[in-house]
């Protein structure tokens, strides 16, 4: 709630934000990695969103992926292997105003932060949440991760992985309290900046799970896909991703799915023999944590210090009169 | 014609009474037919007594004492026999609640409770009473609301209105959080910068801040060296500083909200309560500058917190600003003003002012309660006629956009949305309440007398929101009245007659039946003997309805009832015929502003029909059949035409001609393969997006090779552009699968 005057002199003072205000450092991924299309998308949502840099704040956990606030304009935590998303609640918790984006890994979150993620999908607090999934461990030199497929040779299993690969979006939506889920796949650009946008408007836990290539250690893992457009799945709806013409003309398997079905969700997630790409579920009712549990009054030392008095003296021993 | 018939003709012509025939109606002790059943109200559920809720917890902030004790049962009686007993003895305690709180001016719900119980279980003995204590005992547990009682009488609309404006001031605490978290955010900035300062690092203060349990543990000289090294000296600027501590100095100092930040003791509150227009309107006026300067401080507070405030741009405005550039939004902020009146106390200067609240968009909430609106206006002291308010109130209807409410104490409940709409809001609202003085001239309860008045149409209910929309047809409602499109509404009377065979005659409430309920007016009455009542009597509503007014054949009456429970007739003398015509008049133009025989609707349905009947004969006779298509072509198929040939287009730009190297810009995915290959051949447009900058500062192997690592082949090398450069066989060979 503000003033006229303050709105309108602060519009007034606005000034364009261009991609370069989004820019952080040089990336340093690797020449062909497709860390670099979710940096080039995510910039453009926030010049298209025009946020304010300092507004941003991007929270990240150990891997390839977990780079990215470095690369990013704006404020950015590298924080500790699988603990992206709690550090995350927890500036959203402190500072509601700011736009919080989080970059993990197909390690770091399905793996050693698989916990935090179950439990940040129920939390359903407002963020956008960006997995990159390139079916390794890549920072740390090419080990097997929860979603490598079964049979791929790394330093960890060189005789091939023995376990079926882990499949993130039937885990998302089994969660309870899930509110919003899409797949994205870093070379379809259109695609994937639309994915985020509508991830970053939606109000709640928006998880992405993004098909992201290595070329150092799994060069040839989306090569199939990339070849072969009819592998993949486009899902479009008025509600999830709309495809223009020219990206028609390539991609043709596109299937008419409304993300508020959670039952077809599934279905399509789980027995779909090709590649689903575009929003799979989406629940705008789903109330936020953070909305929720937002405090009704500015918390200051001295309040505390009154809160804490009031709580210890009710164990106060007095002495009989 | 009789000789008795003769009299009563002259008493209603004449208003005076001659002989036995046209006795008087005074201590006659009669009420209206229609009322007489309800003459007892403690016998009957109804809406009252209200309870003024308190509490932040629930929304409402008024029930019914029926409406809490329905709910109670609902909630804990069992169903059927099992909860009978338990449903019994709670609706005892209801009726006994009810006595007690007829001019039981200050007690809550619980007291009241609790005096009830006492009276009943007194009455009570041993078993009875042990059953009738637990049954009371389980609905006070589970009763989970408290608040002022108040009954139907004089105080009820000023009492009810002030507590609604107290308990909906929900603006006032959302202005005062946020001044709140202003101030505190404010002295934040400022204690930080104060840290900077070097008189915050001396040995003594950094003790001092420490505390006693520490002082022995360190080496403040030390401490204070070491921090002069290390602590930043990037202070406020002066100016800033200045402002910060000029805003924050108005936020401390202002007197429209109570706020935690600032000492209760330290503040001096403004109030917002007042008995009068003049008064009313002179503070608001007064306490426009300090407004001003609290929406300018909140303005400064929010740019400077933002560190969004430039002085080149805002300075010079917030040096400017005044009460004159307030909006509605800025003020909408602030608390209301709440003003209670009596109509006595209205003169034509009064109206005048109301006017002015009215036109002028002003947060004033006015409540005029009417005592008396059959009442004669007083052309001597220039108190204005009752019925006056409402012309007034309908033309601020037209004037301004004010919201009004009208209603009598009997359906103030009924109304409590609008009285909840009205008082959150911003602009001025009028509130309009009839409950009768208890003067000794009523013979009915208020609330009988109060529903009355809107049963005969003297004081009909209606709102006016103007936030419901565009129109009286959403802003204007009377759909709150009994039987909203009759002149009057009508009943059905049941008594027997002398032979004791039951009659039904069906009877329409008048503002004469209405004026009946008041001894004050009974010198428009004169009772008819019973043998006069067949030869000319007929009732009040057939006779405003003759289309012969003129005639004389037959006088008018209404039919009441005395306290043994008889019949009688009183007939009605032209005076009070002319007010029941007046008010029919005035309830027709409510109408009409309602939607109900809206007179322009209804002629400009008629005119709309013959139009576009008339057209439609026209466009029939011009209509030639259309040829029959050979082929039918639907919409879908036409759209995948349109989108086909857009996508060949873009394709067409993007592509250039064939033999021309070019990028498929929009599907690149800034994988840095080509841009690293070279970065002045290749670069990233406005989206970080691949594209051609320049082909002369590359070869054509740079084109294939680029195509090749191009993971998602969006490369077109196209054909060599110079024809000496080596290997170029073999570059075309390779270059074919990216053609």
Request: hydrophobic residues 40%.
């Amino acid at each position: 709630m503000s003033t006229r005057a303050t709105e309108f002199l602060r519009r007034s003072g606005e000034h364009d934000h261009p991609l370069e205000d989004y820019v952080g450092r040089v990336p340093r991924w690797c020449t062909g990695c497709g860390d670099n299309a979710v940096l080039a998308a995510v910039q453009k949502v926030c010049r298209e969103e025009q946020l304010p840099p300092e507004k941003l704040m991007f929270v990240s956990g150990i891997g390839c992926s977990s780079r990215f606030p470095h690369y990013m304009g704006g404020y950015g935590f590298h924080g500790l292997h699988g603990r992206a998303l709690p550090i995350a609640e927890g500036i959203k918790m402190r500072r509601p105003d700011l736009h919080v984006f989080v970059n993990t890994g197909d390690g770091d979150c399905c793996s050693i932060g698989a916990a935090h993620w179950v439990h940040a999908t129920r939390y359903n607090m407002n963020m956008t949440v960006m997995m990159h999934d390139n079916n390794i461990y890549g920072l740390t030199k090419n080990q097997a991760s929860p979603t490598s497929p079964i049979g791929t040779r790394s330093n960890t299993t060189p005789r091939g992985s023995v376990l079926p690969a882990f499949d993130p979006l039937q885990a998302t939506l089994g969660f309870s309290n899930l509110s919003f889920v899409a797949q994205a796949a870093d070379w379809i650009p259109e695609l994937l900046f639309q994915i985020i946008h509508e991830a970053f408007k939606h109000r709640g836990f928006s998880f992405i799970r993004i098909l992201q290539r290595c070329p150092e250690f799994q060069a040839n893992r989306w090569e199939p896909c990339i070849q072969d457009p009819d592998k993949l799945l486009i899902l479009t709806h008025k509600d999830g991703v709309q495809v223009s013409p020219t990206l028609a003309r390539t991609y043709k398997n596109c299937e008419e799915h409304d993300p508020a079905n959670l039952v077809d969700a599934r279905r399509i997630v789980g027995t779909s023999e090709r590649i689903p790409v575009g929003i799979i579920y989406r629940n705008s009712d789903v109330p936020c944590y953070d909305d929720m549990r937002a405090p009704d009054r500015l918390f200051t030392p001295e309040l505390v210090k009154q809160g804490l008095e009031a709580e210890l003296d009710k164990f106060t021993i007095r002495p009989r009169d | 014609m009789s000789a008795a018939l003769q009299e009563l003709i002259n008493f209603h012509l004449t208003g005076k009474r001659d002989n036995a025939q046209t006795e008087s109606m005074a201590g006659a002790d009669t009420v209206p037919a229609l009322l007489a059943p309800y003459r007892d109200l403690l016998s009957l559920r109804y809406d009252y007594p209200l309870i003024l809720v308190e509490g932040a917890e629930t929304q409402a902030f008024v029930d019914t004492l029926t409406g809490v004790i329905n709910r109670l049962l609902r909630d804990i009686a069992p169903e059927g026999n099992a909860g009978e007993q338990l449903r019994q003895h709670i609706l005892r305690l209801e009726s006994r609640m009810r006595e007690l709180a007829v001019g039981n001016v200050n007690v809550t719900l619980t007291e009241l409770w609790k005096q009830a119980e006492k009276s009943l279980l007194a009455e009570c003995k041993n078993a009875e009473a042990e059953w009738l204590g637990n049954s009371i005992a389980t609905a006070r547990f589970a009763l989970q609301i408290d608040g002022q009682v108040v009954d139907c009488d004089e105080q009820l609309p000023a009492r009810l209105i002030q507590h609604g404006w107290n308990k909906l001031a929900i603006r006032r605490h959302e202005t005062s959080r946020r001044i709140n978290d202003l101030i505190i955010r404010l002295r934040n900035i400022l204690k930080v910068d104060d840290l900077k300062n070097g008189a915050s690092r001396t040995p003594q203060k950094l003790k001092t801040t420490l505390g006693k349990r520490y002082k022995e543990a360190f080496d403040f000289d030390r401490m204070a060296e070491l921090l002069e090294d290390s602590t930043p000296h990037n202070r406020l600027p002066a100016a800033r500083l200045e402002r910060i501590r000029a805003a924050l100095t108005v936020l401390e100092s202002q007197k429209f909200f109570a706020t935690e930040a600032v000492d209760p003791l330290q503040q001096k509150l403004h109030d917002f309560r007042f008995d009068n227009l003049s008064a009313a309107l002179k503070a608001y006026h007064e306490r426009l500058t300090e407004i001003a300067d609290v929406v300018r401080a909140i303005a400064i507070a929010d740019l400077e917190l933002d560190n969004a405030y430039c002085e080149e741009e805002h300075s010079d405005f917030f040096d400017r600003f005044s009460p004159q550039a307030l909006t509605s939004e800025d003020l909408a902020l602030f608390p209301s003003y709440l003003i209670c009146l009596h109509e006595s106390e209205c003169n034509t200067h009064d109206l005048a002012r109301l006017m002015e609240i009215v036109t002028c968009d002003l947060p004033i909430k006015v409540l005029i309660h009417v005592s008396d609106p059959l009442g004669e206006p007083s052309p001597i002291d220039g108190r204005p006629h009752t019925g006056s308010f409402v012309q007034q109130l309908v033309k601020t209807f037209v004037a301004g956009e004010a919201y009004v409410l009208q209603s009598p104490a009997s359906h103030l409940y009924r109304q409590k949305e609008h009285i909840q709409k009205a008082l959150e809001f911003a602009g001025p609202a009028i509130f309009s309440v009839f409950v009768p003085f208890a003067d000794g001239h009523q013979q009915l309860p208020a609330y009988l007398v109060a529903a009355a008045a809107m049963e005969s149409r003297v004081f009909p209910a209606f709102s006016y929101n103007p936030a419901a929309g565009t129109g009286l047809a959403a802003r204007f409602d009377i759909s709150g009245n009994p039987d909203v499109t009759a002149d009057w509404p009508r009943r059905e009377l049941r008594f027997e007659d002398e032979q004791l065979q039951a009659v039904v005659e069906d009877v329409a409430f008048t503002p004469a039946d209405f004026a009946a309920t008041d001894l004050s007016k009974s010198s428009h009455f004169a009772l008819a003997a019973k043998d006069s009542w067949e030869e000319g009597l007929i009732p009040v509503a057939d006779y405003v309805d003759r289309e012969d007014s003129n005639a004389v054949e037959a006088v008018p009456s209404i039919a009441v009832v005395s306290r043994e429970n008889i019949l009688q007739r009183l007939v009605v003398d032209e005076g009070m015929i002319r007010s029941v015509r007046r008010y029919r008049e005035r309830w027709h133009a409510l109408q009409e502003l309602g939607g109900v025989h809206n007179s322009y609707a209804d002629a400009a349905r008629r005119l709309a029909e013959a139009e576009a009947q008339a057209q439609a004969q026209a466009q029939a006779a011009k209509l030639e059949p259309l040829p029959k298509a050979d082929v039918e072509v639907s919409q879908p198929v036409v759209e995948e035409v349109v989108a086909e040939q857009q996508a060949e287009e873009a394709d067409a730009e993007t592509a250039g001609s064939a033999e021309e190297a070019y990028i498929e810009t929009p599907r690149c995915t800034t994988c840095d393969e080509c841009t690293n290959r070279n970065d002045r051949l290749f670069a990233y447009d406005d989206n970080k997006q691949a594209y051609i900058k320049d082909l002369d500062a590359g070869s054509y192997r740079d084109l294939v090779e680029a195509a090749e690592v191009c993971q998602v082949s969006i490369i077109h090398p196209g054909l060599p552009r110079n024809a000496d450069e080596a290997g170029l066989e073999e570059l075309i060979e390779r270059a074919k699968p990216f053609q």
